[in-house]
């Protein structure tokens, strides 16, 4: 919409009514409430950057927003009449040089010729390339190009003064440290696409695309339409010097334009047109192919993109919001590596910077009016296109790291950037992922150097998410190890003598340590019996330090790990039994006990178990709770052990356990045989029944008891009728318990009789208790 409107506007032989007419509608549409902002989100306050003529409307530069018509609004008030833009695009080739024409009127500052004779004009960049799309639409492609080539050269030779003054002052923004921005508006993602205009004029001409070439601009107010002498196809010689083409000017116009240092808009559309017409351009530069004379202009234009300083989004020194080169920096680093291998990398790693990421970026110079306008300085940007900038610096590594296969020093001077200069722990992980896959390609033997690299990324994505939350965190852990492996033997033994500073204790465990010791790492390494010990070691030292750590995560695997080491299992054992008293739950102490049954060794079963108890607390309605499996098999296990363990634990279920179908199921099962004749495997044997009028088993039955007497009042407190034959139930159970005394019918009867008694009002559940039990 804002390219259309300043075609049309700026039609050379657009009448003054017709204009005057034009721009009445484009303010009756600007004016409008819900016109399109020029930035399609958030309009920005920047003043009129055409430098046209110096009346310009107050009103609009009052605008808190800019339009997709204010350009066009601003662009009225150009005109075509200017003597020395008449003479740049009806002239093919001036012969004269600059010191014999006239001064420049625009107030620029610059020749308006350069030292060879040839045309320069000295507008802002946008605005001089609108004037070559309006000549191109409205069917001059003659001087569409004519034009675009004064612009070009323009470009070229101001690029030659701010090299010259940098030269003269780079010392002094060095030692500052600080750099300025020298255009808040860029050149690629503006509005009016200046470079792109100029590339395809020029890549079309080269290609001879171009049409119309019959009507040529006459400023004396009409059109011409007689047949030119020039032919259809412009010969090179009207327009360039000898040596040059249409393609390679081209090809440098875009270039420069690419690495032209530029604040980052605000809004998510005018970051996106951004990082949409920067590829767009890419493409088109891809679709030509290099030869002798365009390797020498990248050369050129590398070598001043790096020496350039603030006019260089590759600059030396970076301002914090500049556009990130990264994508630029790709295409020209696979450009220039086949030609000039040195110079690719020192553009490829001067652009992997992203200084808006930076804690302790440059502030910038943002205080000179004459270089730019002025904003709030030290402002944290809203960057909408954070995310694929960061891929495509991913990208840029990732393609260093594949062309530097095999080149140690290269390989560590890509490593060392991408760790100062990538700040996601994700796309770190995608680069040694890539890396790792690079190195171990099967069609040759695994390159050691580049998988140390891969290796080293692993470890500092390791670092990077060990305190923060990862979804892919055991992903990327695993994924270490099979590196680590793949490294070798002394890799694996780095890893786990530095654990603390790369796994969580249960990673360093289950994860790392059980990996190391597995069958799979053995074969896969080829390690003889004094390497597998000496691995075995460190794996178990890992698993202590991380049981000390965190026991209630890790004593388990540590106990598993340490199983063929008498010292160190008994050193995990101790662990856990320190823990036990305050830092472990019942769950864990049962899990562990449960292991220690299974591996043999009761005694440590029943200890555990018995610490276990002292944490447990079950209520009277919790009889489906998830730790009244290990309640039932402690006590199974305290009973198969003898009547002195079970005495002991005893007292520790009745504290624990107020649920009264539990601890009658655990009164049942203790009556069924003797205590300790009935070995794990359950073989019975012949002995003498515990009596239940005597301890332990008194003390039990009188806790279950009492637990049905409590659950019966607390349940009567708030039942309902549908509840009721639930209760009856209930009941029936607790007369099996209460008959288990040796005076239990009495007790069961007096029990009743209260119940009747307290609860006379409830006449149904009444009833059906009489009917019941009498």
Known sequence: MCTLWMCIVLNPHCKSEQKCVWLRQLRRWNSVDVCPWEDGNHGNELPNLTHALPHGNPDLSSRPHRTV???AIEACDLHWQDTHLQRVITHDLCTHTHTHCPHDNHGSGGALFDTRGWPLWHEHVPTAC????ALRSHGYPREALRLAIAIVNTLKRQQQKQLQLLRNHKKELLHKGMTSVTNMEGWVGHPLDPIGTLFSTLLD????????????????GSMCSAKRSEPHLFPAQHFLDDGQSFV????????IGLGQQRVMPDGLYAQEKVCRNEEQL?????EVELNDALVKIFR???VFLLEAGPYSGLGELLYRESVPMHTFAKYLFTSLLPHDAELAYKIALRAMRLPVLETTAPSGDLSRPHHIVSMVPNRYPRWFTLSHIESQQCELASTMLTAAKGDGRKL?????SIQKNIHSSSHIFKLAQDAFKIATLMDSLPDLTLLKVSLELGLQVMRMTLSTLNWRRREMVRWLVTCATEVGVYALDSIMQSWFTLFTPTEATSIVATTVMSNTTIVRLHLDCHQQENLASSARTLALQCAMKDPQNCSLSALTLCEKDH??????????????VTGMSYTQLFTIARYMEHRGYPMRAYKLATLAMAHLNLSYNQDTHPAINDVLWACALSHSLGKNELAAVIPLVVKSVKCATVLSDILRRCTLTTPGMVALHSRRNSGKLMSLDKAPLRQLLDATIGAYINTTHSRLTHISPRHYSEFIEFLSKARETFLMAQDGHIQFTQFIDNLKQIYKGKKKLMMLVRERFG
Do not use: M, P
């Open 69 to 71: 018509f204010t350009r």
């Open 130 to 133: 609108a004037r070559v799309d």
């Open 205 to 220: 001409t080269g290609r001879g695309d171009e049409e119309g070439g019959n009507t040529f601009l006459d400023f004396s």
């Open 248 to 255: 390679a000017l081209a090809v440098e116009t875009a270039l």
């Open 282 to 286: 890419l493409a088109k530069l891809q």
């Open 300 to 302: 050129k234009q590398a």
């Open 412 to 416: 560590e001077t890509v490593l060392e």
């Open 567 to 580: 010292i160190a299992f008994e050193t995990a054992y101790q662990i856990v039994l320190d823990a036990a």
